[in-house]
């Protein structure tokens, strides 16, 4: 007989498979038995950059190498010179890590084969100021742009403006050279532009469109951004590279991994654990997440309230990634996935009387942070008590965490050494205990 926390246990357990389903170690071996030559230089840069560096290693490939990763995930790897530097806000040494690898692609010919290996997180932990724009002037900008409610893919469209790496400028540096990169999305769509705001790909977002963004969000008002688009618009800096540029030819993308094969290995764990599982199509994460969860919450109410659905045990695994924008001065301390687990209960709880009789949500990022804290997500089960007047206080606040963490109800697994997006599992139990 199942209850909620025993669904939960369910939940934690398929939350892992998920993420071990698009291991980097593994994913990165398999890759590299399709290069036919050996490369001469090696740059791993994002959470997984640390295991798809090793990996390389392992498979024989004995080129130098530079890895940047997240302080959690750090340790020396032999052969390469390694850097932990700052995420999500960058930092000095994340500087210093970029100007060595500008360093060494500035020393590539025609003659010499660049294996980029790129990971989720790559856009923060590798910050390379354009001509112009200070390292402080970054770190203003990706503060204001993590609270915008922007998504990934508009965030990383500004980005790309104010780089000297971004936007195919890497791959534009390390030119004559050819570049074979494979990358590990942990992105909406596996769009490459937007997989560390995409060094060695062509960027498709028109100016103008980027600019719209810029001007809608107000961010022209601070004097180096304003300064920085007049220079890009007098072709006095150079923008990312545009599609068509024929330095990207000489460029070989390949995704490893990406939120799906999570979603995928979650789903068979769950379907294979619970017998009579019906899991409902649902969405993209996306948006403001205290909107999907309603809209999450929703599809659970809805289905649970079909006469012709009692005695069934379903639930939704979906996955990609929402935003959370700091619309109040008086912020506390969370992530979207905690935000996403409470406002979803929060809902659940207003509708009882639609609600399954027992039901349970599991919200994380597979890199095992969420936001700035120590907490991957949360996990909420209908057992427990739950105040509403409390919730709806954190989220107005942004204070998920504090809620959950008082609760007991913060999900902790620490750094996974991955990045592939967010997981959002839910399942319900339709008003009668399903029996094995």
Same mark, same amino acid.
């Given at each position: 007989? &199942?209850?909620?926390?025993?669904?939960?246990?369910?939940?934690?357990?398929?939350?892992?498979?998920?993420?071990?389903?698009?291991?980097? %170690?593994?994913?990165?071996?398999?890759?590299?038995? #399709?290069?036919?030559?050996?490369?001469?230089?090696?740059?791993?840069?994002?959470?997984?950059?640390? !295991?798809? =560096?090793?990996?390389?290693?392992?498979?024989?490939?004995?080129?130098?190498?530079?890895?940047?990763? /997240?302080?959690?995930? &750090?340790?020396?790897?032999? +052969?390469?010179?390694?850097? !932990?530097?700052?995420?999500?806000?960058?930092?000095?040494?994340?500087?210093?890590?970029?100007?060595?690898?500008?360093?060494?692609?500035?020393?590539?010919?025609?003659?010499?084969?660049?294996?980029?290996?790129?990971?989720?997180?790559?856009?923060?932990? $590798?910050?390379? *100021?354009?001509?112009? %724009?200070?390292?402080?002037?970054?770190?203003?900008?990706?503060?204001?742009?993590?609270?915008?409610?922007?998504?990934?893919?508009?965030?990383?469209?500004?980005?790309?403006?104010?780089?000297?790496?971004?936007?195919?400028?890497?791959?534009?540096?390390?030119? *004559?050279?050819?570049?074979?990169?494979?990358?590990?999305?942990?992105?909406?769509?596996?769009?490459? #532009?937007?997989? =560390?705001?995409?060094?060695?790909?062509?960027?498709?977002?028109?100016?103008?469109?980027?600019?719209?963004?810029?001007?809608? $969000?107000?961010?022209?008002?601070?004097?180096? %951004?304003?300064?920085?688009?007049?220079?890009?618009?007098?072709?006095?800096?150079?923008?990312?590279?545009?599609?068509?540029?024929?330095?990207?030819?000489?460029?070989? /993308?390949?995704?490893?991994?990406?939120?799906?094969?999570?979603?995928?290995?979650?789903?068979?764990?769950?379907?294979?654990?619970? *017998?009579?599982?019906?899991?409902?199509?649902?969405? /993209?994460?996306?948006?403001?997440?205290?909107?999907?969860?309603?809209?999450?919450?929703?599809?659970?109410?809805?289905?649970?309230?079909?006469?012709?659905?009692?005695? &069934?045990?379903?639930?939704?695994?979906?996955?990609?990634?929402?935003?959370?924008?700091?619309?109040?001065?008086?912020?506390?301390?969370? +992530?979207?996935?905690? #935000?996403?687990?409470?406002?979803?209960?929060?809902?659940?709880?207003?509708?009882?009387?639609?609600?399954?009789?027992?039901?349970?949500? $599991?919200?994380?990022?597979?890199?095992?942070?969420?936001?700035?804290?120590?907490?991957?997500?949360?996990?909420?089960?209908?057992?427990?008590?739950?105040?509403?007047?409390?919730?709806?206080? =954190?989220?107005?606040?942004?204070?998920?965490?504090? &809620?959950?963490?008082?609760?007991?109800?913060?999900?902790?697994? +620490?750094?996974?050494?991955?990045?592939?997006?967010?997981?959002?599992?839910?399942?319900?139990?339709?008003?009668?205990? $399903?029996?094995?």
């Amino acid at each position: 007989m &199942y209850d909620s926390q025993k669904l939960g246990s369910l939940l934690r357990s398929a939350f892992q498979k998920g993420i071990e389903a698009a291991n980097p %170690v593994e994913a990165t071996l398999a890759a590299c038995e #399709e290069i036919l030559d050996p490369p001469s230089l090696i740059i791993s840069v994002g959470k997984a950059a640390v !295991a798809m =560096a090793q990996a390389a290693r392992d498979y024989g490939f004995l080129a130098p190498g530079v890895v940047v990763t /997240t302080d959690d995930n &750090y340790r020396n790897v032999d +052969g390469y010179e390694c850097f !932990a530097s700052g995420h999500p806000v960058p930092d000095q040494r994340g500087l210093l890590a970029a100007t060595c690898v500008i360093e060494k692609l500035s020393s590539l010919d025609g003659t010499d084969h660049l294996l980029l290996l790129i990971s989720g997180g790559g856009s923060a932990l $590798l910050p390379a *100021p354009a001509k112009g %724009v200070t390292l402080k002037d970054k770190i203003v900008l990706n503060d204001f742009l993590l609270g915008s409610g922007l998504d990934i893919h508009g965030m990383n469209s500004i980005r790309r403006l104010f780089s000297q790496l971004k936007g195919g400028r890497l791959a534009k540096l390390a030119a *004559p050279a050819r570049i074979t990169q494979f990358l590990l999305s942990d992105v909406p769509d596996d769009r490459p #532009e937007s997989i =560390a705001s995409g060094p060695a790909v062509a960027d498709p977002v028109p100016l103008e469109k980027t600019l719209e963004l810029i001007y809608g $969000l107000g961010l022209d008002r601070f004097d180096f %951004v304003s300064k920085h688009i007049d220079a890009l618009k007098e072709k006095r800096v150079s923008g990312p590279l545009r599609p068509g540029d024929t330095i990207v030819d000489n460029v070989h /993308t390949r995704i490893l991994a990406s939120n799906k094969q999570c979603r995928e290995a979650t789903s068979e764990y769950l379907l294979r654990s619970i *017998p009579n599982l019906k899991i409902l199509p649902t969405v /993209t994460l996306s948006g403001e997440a205290s909107k999907m969860a309603v809209q999450l919450a929703e599809k659970i109410l809805e289905y649970n309230s079909s006469p012709s659905n009692t005695n &069934y045990c379903f639930g939704i695994v979906a996955g990609g990634e929402t935003t959370v924008t700091l619309d109040t001065k008086e912020l506390g301390l969370g +992530g979207r996935s905690q #935000e996403l687990a409470l406002a979803f209960a929060e809902r659940m709880n207003l509708a009882k009387r639609l609600a399954p009789s027992h039901w349970v949500i $599991l919200s994380g990022g597979t890199d095992g942070r969420d936001g700035p804290t120590d907490a991957a997500g949360g996990i909420i089960c209908s057992s427990q008590f739950f105040d509403s007047g409390q919730a709806r206080e =954190a989220l107005s606040k942004h204070n998920s965490y504090d &809620y959950l963490r008082a609760n007991n109800q913060l999900l902790k697994i +620490g750094e996974t050494g991955t990045n592939l997006g967010d997981l959002v599992l839910i399942i319900g139990i339709n008003r009668r205990d $399903l029996q094995k």
